[in-house]
């Protein structure tokens, strides 16, 4: 295949480092929001929090809140922030250097070295730096340079010998052990042991910062010039970079080793190029669409913390007017490839990959300098596939090129069969196996090149009587074929006969009827994995199951992909990516992640040679920064502010407090950038087993961190808590919290006590009123039973009242609303119902007391298990006093919703159409004999008064 157009847009820094890329995602965070507007410089501690030495204070971020640690500082404005020893953290300000480390949970700030009045002692302090003895370096307003030991309290004050003050000072110790000094517009400086002085090399005046790496110094200023030195600070080589930008403030190396240049306003890397080193400028870009102007300006330093996506890490940008951060998102474009709708993705050797957007391109990883060519290519292409030296490109035209060795060999004209070849798959044998449009009429199965040339045709006599949309091998190079049919969506071929068998199983859900399988994948356990219209199904040659994935669950799959390590990705119609692991946990990556656009095209998921992931979207093509990809990892959430009540508890270490209380525990999970993350948490007994807490439900997702604990009976329990960042971040470990909630007084032993001291001084108060209860209940239940006779009475006149207001000869909508005075009036009923069979279901009608509303349900009609359907069967009348108890003599309904007491009349409506009049009590044993009567004749006069049926 011969090259028709070459770009190249990446250059690998030869001798320094590989860049990742001059694009990269950005955010600002300044304005009238945040306490400070300077950041003058930031480091991160052992527990990932960034500390930030700002004009208003000492701040801690924890990538979304700025926390303000200033209680105990006397002046302000912090100059300077380092790592200091033991893990803990250096910074000055106006009052001399402190140092702040962790006990336990809390924060500690200490003096560890203060300003002293004496001129050979400590001055005003600038910036910090720390030699590899631990001996501390700070420059001063004065010009000077202090050093401290702290092992042995040795101090000293070493003389630049200029007369003019600086604030920005900076420090580097080659491999020999040599500090050296840069003070902008002075000079550069290297301490003469033997004097105890910094002796001056002149002509670096208009230098401003250096970094020291190795033997070399790379200092930066009007110029860019890279010093060689000797362990006795003799300059063996001297390099001046070209750069047209000639105001660099700043220098600083990130963790893979690449080097970072500062102007006011912009910021460079340091590159390898044709012509030598050079500086290439780099850009913002939020999504792959565009490429913009960094926002920054008057940048005072560069900062560099670990990073899951980028090897070289985040890049924390500190300025005059506020803090930015830089980082790489996980699935990366080309620069310069366009953003149209990808077609088709082929891996070939060498890591390189074919890409399809009706031209061809032909794209090659960073270790070989990231770039793309264009390669000669017949028009519209829509397939690609490719076995060693061979390559085949199939067109919407319906033909096929095969490349050998970069060479046409052969065209295959297809016209004549069908449409355009839409996806092609090339097996461990070389046959290249391809699926054809449709123009005029149907095809039906799947054709394949050998790797002689031969076409061969696999229609309904090679047992394929369906069209087939992708076929692909795996496992022990098993190929399958897939496509269109509830019946016919799956098919596997045996070498032995050459023809294919059908192995569509019956779904376990109900199926679409367009169902379509977009893309299979076969991994290395034999497993099928089907993209489907109707979700991800997998198959194990016994079953058919779909792939709970949440509310992706019945989402549109149009690729997916196997990984080694039993992972598979799988791309949507419109909602991105996911992951899924071998525990089918699965994680969606969206535009957040890098992607170009929540679509993606069909079967346009691939490995290159190197294990990265590429994606076809109908905006362009990206590829994973890792290899091997998978979730990113969540950070264990911190637990951060305990409350109970209005009340902060300072020992989060021990969280205790009582039944009556609520408790607020306020977790973050330490991520940069802070935003999209969701919360889950579990609360249970410490008793409970481990299978138990298992099978607990987490709480609903919530971006708000805080949980409330309130309710729960006294205790010892367990709080977990897990946090998940949107955008490709997988669930974090859960953070493990005790607490202890104390019991009410009187569910403790002295509680108990004293209510059985209580209840032994009550005994004879209450024995001696037994009698006179005695008496008194005999008395009540004769009132009861004449009450009961009354009540009879009542409803005899209320029954009569009824029969007189309902019309006769009147259609049930007439009748309805006026049986609702049943439980409207004081007759003791809750509610009554309507019953009658409507197809395979009994449907109700009725009213309940206190709802004015008429009540409409249904359920299954099912003679053995609800009551409603047995009285339709049977035709006998139901009296039931006690639901709970009695039920079961008729049926095995469960649910009583209420209505302890029941009685259910059958009766036959004008045109002989069974129904049940349902009546309804809560209290057990409320109906009488009367009651029945009562409702019997009820019931008789609406049989014979309705005009029409419920049905």
């Given at each position: 295949?011969?090259?028709?157009?070459f770009?190249?847009?990446?250059?690998?820094?030869?001798?320094?480092?590989t860049?990742?890329?001059q694009?990269?995602?950005?955010a600002?965070?300044?304005?009238?929001?945040?306490?400070?507007?300077?950041?003058n410089?930031v480091v991160?501690?052992?527990r990932?929090?960034m500390?930030l030495?700002?004009?208003q204070g000492?701040?801690?971020?924890n990538?979304?809140?700025?926390?303000?640690f200033?209680?105990?500082?006397?002046?302000?404005?912090?100059k300077?922030?380092?790592?200091?020893?033991k893990g803990s953290?250096?910074?000055?300000?106006?009052?001399?250097?402190?140092?702040?480390?962790?006990e336990?949970?809390?924060v500690?700030?200490?003096d560890?070295?203060k300003?002293?009045?004496?001129k050979?002692d400590?001055?005003?302090?600038?910036?910090l730096f720390?030699?590899?003895?631990?001996?501390?370096?700070?420059?001063?307003?004065?010009?000077?340079?202090?050093?401290?030991q702290?092992?042995?309290?040795?101090r000293?004050?070493?003389?630049?010998?200029?007369?003019?003050?600086?604030?920005k000072?900076?420090?580097?110790?080659?491999?020999?052990?040599?500090?050296?000094?840069?003070?902008p517009g002075?000079?550069?400086f290297?301490?003469?042991?033997?004097?105890?002085r910094?002796?001056?090399?002149?002509?670096f005046k208009d230098?401003?910062?250096f970094?020291?790496?190795?033997?070399?110094?790379?200092?930066v200023?009007?110029?860019?010039i890279?010093?060689?030195?000797?362990?006795?600070?003799?300059?063996?080589e001297?390099?001046?970079?070209?750069?047209?930008?000639?105001?660099?403030?700043?220098?600083?190396?990130?963790?893979?080793?690449?080097?970072?240049?500062a102007?006011?306003?912009?910021?460079?890397t340091?590159?390898?190029?044709?012509d030598?080193l050079?500086?290439?400028?780099?850009?913002?870009?939020?999504?792959p669409?565009r490429?913009d102007?960094?926002?920054?300006s008057?940048?005072?330093?560069?900062?560099?913390?670990?990073?899951?996506?980028?090897?070289?890490?985040l890049?924390?940008?500190?300025?005059?007017?506020?803090?930015?951060?830089?980082?790489?998102?996980?699935?990366?474009?080309?620069?310069?490839?366009?953003?149209?709708?990808?077609f088709?993705?082929?891996?070939?050797?060498?890591?390189?990959?074919?890409?399809s957007q009706?031209?061809?391109?032909?794209?090659?990883?960073?270790?070989r300098?990231?770039?793309?060519?264009?390669?000669?290519?017949?028009?519209?292409v829509?397939?690609?596939?490719?076995?060693n030296?061979?390559?085949?490109?199939?067109t919407?035209?319906?033909?096929?090129d095969?490349?050998?060795n970069?060479?046409?060999?052969?065209?295959?004209d297809?016209?004549?069969?069908?449409g355009?070849?839409?996806?092609?798959?090339?097996?461990?044998?070389?046959?290249?196996w391809?699926c054809?449009a449709?123009?005029?009429?149907?095809?039906?199965?799947?054709a394949?090149?050998?790797?002689?040339?031969?076409v061969?045709?696999?229609?309904?006599?090679?047992?394929?009587?369906?069209r087939?949309?992708?076929?692909k091998?795996?496992?022990k190079?098993e190929?399958?074929?897939?496509?269109?049919?509830?019946?016919?969506y799956?098919?596997?071929?045996?070498?032995?006969?050459d023809t294919?068998?059908?192995k569509?199983?019956?779904?376990?859900?109900?199926?679409?009827?367009?169902?379509?399988?977009?893309?299979?994948?076969?991994?290395?356990?034999?497993?099928?994995?089907?993209?489907?219209t109707?979700g991800?199904?997998?198959?194990?040659?016994?079953h058919?199951?779909?792939?709970?994935?949440?509310?992706?669950t019945?989402?549109?799959?149009?690729?997916?992909?196997?990984?080694a390590?039993?992972?598979?990705?799988?791309?949507t119609d419109?909602a991105g990516?996911?992951?899924?692991?071998?525990?089918?946990?699965?994680?969606?990556?969206?535009?957040?992640?890098?992607?170009?656009?929540?679509?993606?095209s069909?079967?346009?998921?691939?490995?290159?040679?190197?294990?990265k992931?590429?994606?076809?979207?109908?905006?362009?093509?990206v590829?994973?920064?890792?290899?091997?990809?998978?979730?990113l990892?969540?950070?264990?959430?911190?637990l951060g502010?305990?409350?109970?009540?209005?009340?902060?508890?300072?020992?989060?270490?021990?969280i205790?407090?009582?039944?009556?209380?609520?408790?607020?525990?306020?977790?973050t999970s330490?991520?940069?950038?802070?935003?999209?993350i969701?919360y889950?948490?579990?609360?249970?007994?410490?008793?409970?087993?481990?299978?138990?807490?298992g099978n607990?439900?987490?709480s609903?997702p919530?971006e708000?961190?805080e949980?409330?604990v309130?309710?729960?009976?006294?205790?010892?329990?367990?709080v977990?808590?897990?946090?998940?960042k949107?955008?490709?971040y997988?669930?974090s470990?859960?953070?493990e919290?005790d607490?202890?909630?104390?019991?009410?007084?009187?569910?403790?032993?002295?509680g108990?006590?004293?209510?059985?001291?209580l209840?032994?001084?009550l005994?004879w108060?209450?024995?001696?009123?037994?009698?006179?209860?005695k008496?008194?209940?005999?008395e009540?239940s004769?009132?009861?039973?004449?009450?009961?006779?009354?009540?009879?009475?009542?409803?005899?006149?209320?029954?009569?009242?009824?029969?007189?207001?309902?019309p006769k000869?009147?259609p049930?909508?007439?009748m309805?609303?006026?049986?609702?005075?049943?439980?409207k009036l004081?007759?003791?009923?809750?509610?009554f119902?309507?019953?009658?069979?409507?197809?395979?279901?009994v449907?109700?009608?009725?009213?309940v007391?206190?709802?004015p509303?008429?009540?409409?349900?249904?359920?299954?009609?099912n003679?053995?298990?609800?009551?409603a359907?047995y009285?339709?069967?049977s035709?006998?009348?139901?009296?039931i006093?006690?639901?709970?108890?009695?039920?079961?003599?008729?049926?095995?309904?469960?649910?009583?919703?209420?209505?302890?007491?029941r009685i259910?009349?059958?009766?036959?409506q004008?045109?002989?159409?069974?129904?049940?009049?349902?009546?309804?009590?809560?209290k057990?044993?409320?109906?009488?004999?009367?009651?029945?009567?009562?409702?019997q004749?009820?019931?008789?006069f609406?049989s014979?008064?309705?005009?029409?049926e419920l049905?």
């Amino acid at each position: 295949m011969k090259n028709k157009y070459f770009f190249v847009f990446f250059w690998t820094l030869a001798s320094l480092c590989t860049t990742f890329g001059q694009k990269f995602q950005y955010a600002l965070y300044q304005g009238g929001e945040l306490p400070f507007q300077k950041v003058n410089q930031v480091v991160q501690d052992a527990r990932g929090y960034m500390w930030l030495a700002t004009d208003q204070g000492l701040f801690r971020f924890n990538g979304t809140d700025f926390e303000d640690f200033n209680v105990s500082l006397r002046s302000r404005y912090i100059k300077s922030i380092i790592a200091g020893p033991k893990g803990s953290l250096l910074f000055s300000n106006d009052t001399g250097v402190h140092q702040l480390h962790y006990e336990t949970d809390r924060v500690q700030i200490a003096d560890y070295l203060k300003i002293a009045g004496d001129k050979g002692d400590l001055g005003y302090p600038q910036q910090l730096f720390m030699d590899a003895t631990q001996r501390l370096w700070i420059g001063q307003v004065d010009g000077s340079v202090f050093t401290y030991q702290s092992s042995g309290r040795v101090r000293n004050k070493l003389s630049l010998d200029t007369p003019n003050k600086t604030d920005k000072t900076t420090f580097g110790e080659d491999r020999f052990g040599n500090v050296w000094v840069l003070a902008p517009g002075e000079g550069l400086f290297y301490e003469d042991g033997r004097r105890q002085r910094m002796k001056r090399l002149e002509q670096f005046k208009d230098m401003r910062h250096f970094y020291m790496d190795g033997d070399q110094l790379y200092l930066v200023g009007e110029r860019i010039i890279i010093l060689k030195v000797d362990q006795n600070r003799r300059i063996l080589e001297q390099t001046l970079v070209p750069a047209e930008e000639t105001n660099f403030s700043h220098i600083g190396k990130d963790l893979a080793g690449t080097f970072f240049l500062a102007s006011e306003a912009a910021i460079y890397t340091l590159t390898v190029n044709e012509d030598g080193l050079g500086v290439q400028k780099v850009f913002g870009s939020n999504t792959p669409h565009r490429i913009d102007e960094l926002p920054y300006s008057a940048i005072n330093h560069l900062y560099f913390s670990q990073d899951q996506i980028r090897p070289g890490g985040l890049i924390w940008v500190s300025m005059s007017t506020g803090l930015g951060l830089m980082s790489t998102s996980y699935f990366q474009s080309i620069s310069g490839m366009s953003f149209d709708n990808v077609f088709s993705l082929s891996a070939l050797k060498d890591s390189e990959v074919l890409i399809s957007q009706s031209n061809v391109s032909r794209a090659w990883p960073a270790n070989r300098g990231l770039g793309f060519e264009k390669v000669e290519a017949p028009p519209a292409v829509m397939g690609i596939s490719a076995f060693n030296a061979n390559i085949w490109l199939g067109t919407a035209e319906g033909k096929i090129d095969h490349y050998r060795n970069d060479r046409l060999t052969a065209t295959y004209d297809l016209t004549d069969r069908g449409g355009g070849i839409f996806f092609m798959y090339a097996d461990h044998t070389g046959d290249n196996w391809f699926c054809q449009a449709p123009a005029d009429k149907p095809i039906l199965g799947v054709a394949k090149i050998r790797i002689d040339g031969e076409v061969v045709l696999y229609d309904d006599k090679k047992g394929l009587n369906s069209r087939v949309l992708v076929v692909k091998e795996g496992g022990k190079s098993e190929l399958y074929a897939a496509g269109i049919g509830l019946k016919s969506y799956l098919y596997k071929y045996n070498r032995d006969t050459d023809t294919f068998e059908n192995k569509s199983l019956p779904f376990p859900f109900r199926a679409s009827s367009n169902f379509e399988v977009h893309d299979i994948a076969v991994d290395r356990r034999g497993m099928v994995w089907l993209g489907t219209t109707d979700g991800l199904l997998r198959y194990d040659t016994e079953h058919i199951k779909r792939i709970d994935l949440g509310p992706l669950t019945k989402t549109e799959v149009r690729s997916v992909c196997t990984m080694a390590y039993d992972g598979l990705w799988l791309a949507t119609d419109t909602a991105g990516l996911v992951h899924l692991n071998k525990n089918e946990d699965y994680v969606i990556f969206d535009e957040k992640s890098g992607t170009p656009s929540k679509v993606t095209s069909y079967r346009s998921l691939v490995l290159d040679a190197n294990q990265k992931l590429w994606v076809g979207t109908a905006e362009g093509a990206v590829y994973s920064s890792h290899l091997n990809p998978v979730p990113l990892l969540t950070a264990v959430p911190v637990l951060g502010e305990v409350k109970i009540g209005d009340r902060p508890i300072k020992n989060r270490q021990s969280i205790r407090f009582s039944e009556t209380e609520v408790a607020h525990l306020k977790f973050t999970s330490i991520i940069y950038p802070g935003e999209g993350i969701g919360y889950q948490h579990k609360i249970y007994r410490k008793d409970l087993s481990e299978d138990e807490v298992g099978n607990l439900s987490w709480s609903v997702p919530s971006e708000t961190p805080e949980i409330k604990v309130q309710g729960l009976a006294g205790g010892s329990y367990k709080v977990l808590v897990r946090a998940q960042k949107s955008g490709g971040y997988a669930w974090s470990i859960p953070a493990e919290i005790d607490i202890r909630i104390r019991k009410k007084w009187y569910k403790t032993w002295w509680g108990m006590l004293l209510l059985l001291g209580l209840a032994g001084l009550l005994f004879w108060y209450y024995l001696r009123l037994w009698v006179f209860k005695k008496t008194q209940n005999l008395e009540a239940s004769l009132s009861k039973k004449q009450q009961q006779l009354k009540h009879a009475d009542t409803n005899i006149d209320l029954m009569d009242q009824l029969l007189k207001e309902i019309p006769k000869r009147a259609p049930w909508d007439i009748m309805l609303p006026i049986l609702a005075k049943l439980v409207k009036l004081p007759t003791g009923i809750d509610a009554f119902e309507l019953a009658f069979k409507k197809g395979g279901e009994v449907h109700y009608k009725g009213y309940v007391r206190g709802a004015p509303k008429l009540m409409v349900r249904k359920e299954e009609f099912n003679e053995k298990e609800h009551l409603a359907s047995y009285a339709l069967m049977s035709n006998n009348p139901i009296n039931i006093g006690n639901f709970e108890k009695e039920v079961g003599q008729y049926v095995n309904e469960k649910e009583s919703r209420g209505y302890l007491s029941r009685i259910l009349i059958p009766f036959e409506q004008i045109r002989g159409t069974e129904a049940v009049f349902c009546v309804y009590r809560k209290k057990p044993g409320s109906f009488n004999s009367v009651d029945g009567t009562l409702l019997q004749i009820l019931t008789t006069f609406l049989s014979t008064n309705a005009i029409d049926e419920l049905k």
